[in-house]
């Protein structure tokens, strides 16, 4: 029931916070109810528009509603197709692998093999870890600071991310983080070139010692573009040495590709920028065409486990296949990653003229789409590279000072102070151009407003 004078906004998160989880998160930063979406916008109970610099955490390749996918599902359905079949094929499920073959560079699909798994990314890293222990009957695993793989149980325990695992106990054991190539705030506190180096070089010689205290690992997991935490591309020379290290160690190397792939990075998928062939490439968001849907790619190699080794209900979402064979299809006719590749080069030149005149900026960075603002405190004291601290009081300011100005943004990285833009990738130059506007007139007015609330 509404209450007399009452935002209807106001009205659906009050019913959302009295019956929802304690463990929502995205409405306590977006505080909005949504009535309407389609393409790069969506509307909100009170009438609001905004840009969705979100886009569902990257999974909405196309936007909201495209044409091609909303038609694609309605034929499924007006044709009676099923909608659900486990693991049983269909001739729509053959379509959508034959595209997602075509889609992969061919070294990798002319020795694939692809598992369908649960709705969600988590699953299919769970398949995946799963898959190299049975192949190599290793159980180390090898994993970056700073990654995100997802948020189950065992997901976390490959995840550099603390805060939802600290009171988790019994995570995965003989999980090791190495270093990730991470420039700005560089691990070994050098910076610049010599933090890929530094860091493919410690691993090689980690690997090389008999006394590192790690046994034969089972796999290697990374993000080529670190997402969660804090869009960081890893340079292309480092993964390409990475990949040479792991071949030479026998280490299967598994991508994450589940907010990198389909066309967000300027590719296909992220790992071809460094012209490199992963073993296991595990895929999920915009691969369901904005329907729940997951999948792991690997090399036939690997393929010996038993029958019912990995099993979901829902990975024989059909009309999420539906969705995503239109998709793909979509993004491969349109030349989209090359889109993607120049829009995200207009978005960055845009936030690298803001940076310099606006210090609180420290860096920006990011590839294709995905693109990222790292927010600090000028006031306070350098690190020995010469870069301010963390500023998490500004970067949510200016979260709300985007929303304030239809601007739909997440935070993310070390202590939540980079602002992350995820756009559709059918944004188009002019609403990159005034995206870019509002996020410089929210920073300038977040820097007022914390200034008035900082103590003198």
Same mark, same amino acid.
């Given at each position: 029931?509404?209450? $007399?004078?009452?935002?209807? @906004?106001?009205?659906?998160?009050?019913?959302?916070?009295?019956? #929802?989880?304690?463990?929502?998160?995205?409405?306590?930063? !977006?505080?909005?109810?949504?009535? =309407?979406?389609?393409?790069?916008?969506?509307?909100?109970?009170?009438?609001?528009?905004?840009?969705?610099?979100?886009?569902?955490?990257?999974?909405?390749?196309?936007?909201?509603?495209?044409?091609?996918?909303?038609?694609?599902?309605?034929? +499924?359905?007006?044709?009676?197709?099923?909608?659900?079949?486990?693991?049983?094929?269909?001739? +729509?499920?053959?379509?959508?692998?034959?595209?997602?073959?075509?889609?992969?560079?061919?070294?990798?699909?002319? @020795?694939?093999?692809?598992?369908?798994?649960?709705?969600?990314?988590?699953?299919?890293?769970?398949?995946?870890?799963?898959?190299?222990?049975?192949?190599?009957?290793?159980?180390?695993? +090898?994993?970056?600071?700073?990654?995100?793989?997802?948020?189950?149980?065992?997901?976390?325990?490959?995840?550099?991310?603390?805060?939802?695992?600290?009171?988790? @106990?019994?995570?995965?054991?003989?999980?090791?983080?190495?270093?990730?190539?991470?420039?700005?705030?560089?691990?070994?506190?050098?910076?610049?070139?010599?933090?890929?180096? +530094?860091?493919?070089?410690?691993?090689?010689?980690?690997?090389?010692?008999?006394?590192?205290?790690?046994?034969?690992?089972?796999?290697?997991?990374?993000?080529?573009?670190?997402?969660?935490?804090?869009?960081?591309?890893?340079?292309?020379?480092?993964?390409?040495? %990475?990949?040479?290290?792991?071949?030479?160690?026998?280490?299967?190397?598994?991508?994450?590709?589940?907010?990198?792939? !389909?066309?967000?990075?300027?590719?296909?998928?992220?790992?071809?920028?460094?012209? %490199?062939?992963?073993?296991?490439?595990?895929?999920?968001?915009?691969?369901?065409?904005?329907?729940?849907?997951?999948?792991?790619?690997?090399?036939?190699?690997?393929?010996?486990?038993?029958?019912?080794?990995?099993?979901?209900?829902?990975?024989?979402?059909?009309?999420?296949?539906?969705?995503?064979?239109?998709?793909?299809?979509? !993004?491969? #006719?349109?030349?989209?990653?090359?889109? $993607?590749?120049?829009?995200?080069?207009?978005?960055?030149?845009?936030?690298?003229?803001?940076?310099?005149?606006?210090?609180?900026?420290?860096?920006?960075?990011?590839?294709?789409?995905?693109?990222?603002? =790292?927010?600090?405190?000028?006031?306070?004291?350098?690190?020995?590279?010469?870069?301010?601290?963390?500023?998490?009081?500004?970067?949510?300011? %200016?979260?709300?000072?985007?929303?304030?100005?239809?601007? !739909?943004? #997440?935070?993310?990285?070390?202590?939540?102070?980079?602002?992350?833009?995820?756009?559709?990738?059918?944004?188009?130059?002019?609403?990159?151009?005034? &995206?870019?506007?509002?996020?410089?007139?929210?920073?300038? $007015?977040? &820097?007022?407003?914390?200034?008035?609330?900082?103590? $003198?």
């Amino acid at each position: 029931m509404f209450v $007399a004078g009452q935002s209807k @906004n106001d009205h659906y998160l009050e019913s959302q916070a009295a019956r #929802e989880s304690n463990a929502r998160s995205y409405p306590r930063r !977006i505080p909005i109810a949504i009535q =309407e979406a389609e393409g790069v916008h969506v509307k909100d109970m009170d009438g609001k528009v905004y840009y969705d610099c979100l886009a569902g955490a990257g999974t909405l390749a196309l936007g909201h509603n495209h044409p091609v996918v909303i038609e694609a599902m309605k034929q +499924l359905l007006d044709n009676k197709r099923p909608l659900h079949t486990l693991d049983l094929t269909t001739p +729509l499920k053959e379509q959508f692998v034959d595209e997602i073959f075509a889609s992969l560079p061919e070294e990798f699909a002319k @020795n694939a093999r692809i598992q369908f798994c649960g709705p969600t990314g988590g699953d299919a890293v769970e398949a995946a870890i799963k898959l190299v222990k049975t192949a190599t009957g290793n159980r180390s695993i +090898l994993s970056f600071q700073g990654g995100y793989h997802g948020a189950t149980h065992g997901t976390m325990s490959l995840s550099g991310t603390l805060g939802m695992k600290e009171k988790i @106990n019994g995570l995965i054991p003989d999980v090791h983080y190495m270093p990730y190539p991470y420039a700005y705030r560089c691990p070994f506190g050098v910076g610049g070139e010599q933090t890929h180096q +530094l860091s493919s070089r410690y691993i090689e010689n980690l690997l090389n010692d008999p006394e590192s205290g790690i046994v034969s690992p089972c796999g290697m997991i990374l993000e080529a573009v670190q997402g969660e935490g804090g869009s960081i591309p890893a340079p292309i020379e480092w993964l390409r040495e %990475i990949r040479r290290i792991t071949q030479e160690k026998q280490i299967p190397l598994i991508i994450d590709e589940i907010q990198t792939g !389909i066309g967000r990075t300027g590719k296909m998928f992220a790992f071809e920028h460094a012209g %490199i062939i992963p073993d296991v490439l595990i895929l999920s968001k915009a691969i369901g065409g904005g329907l729940p849907l997951s999948v792991m790619i690997y090399h036939q190699k690997y393929d010996v486990w038993k029958p019912g080794a990995h099993i979901g209900t829902f990975r024989g979402n059909q009309l999420a296949m539906a969705a995503g064979l239109a998709t793909l299809t979509y !993004i491969k #006719e349109h030349d989209i990653p090359a889109h $993607a590749e120049r829009l995200g080069n207009r978005l960055q030149e845009q936030l690298l003229t803001l940076k310099s005149k606006v210090n609180a900026i420290g860096d920006v960075r990011g590839r294709g789409l995905m693109v990222g603002v =790292e927010i600090v405190n000028p006031e306070a004291a350098q690190d020995r590279l010469g870069h301010y601290p963390a500023f998490p009081q500004l970067a949510s300011q %200016i979260q709300k000072e985007c929303l304030k100005r239809g601007v !739909i943004l #997440e935070v993310g990285g070390r202590h939540s102070s980079v602002m992350r833009f995820l756009p559709p990738l059918i944004v188009t130059e002019q609403q990159i151009d005034e &995206i870019a506007q509002r996020f410089s007139d929210a920073v300038l $007015a977040a &820097i007022e407003a914390v200034r008035e609330i900082q103590p $003198a």
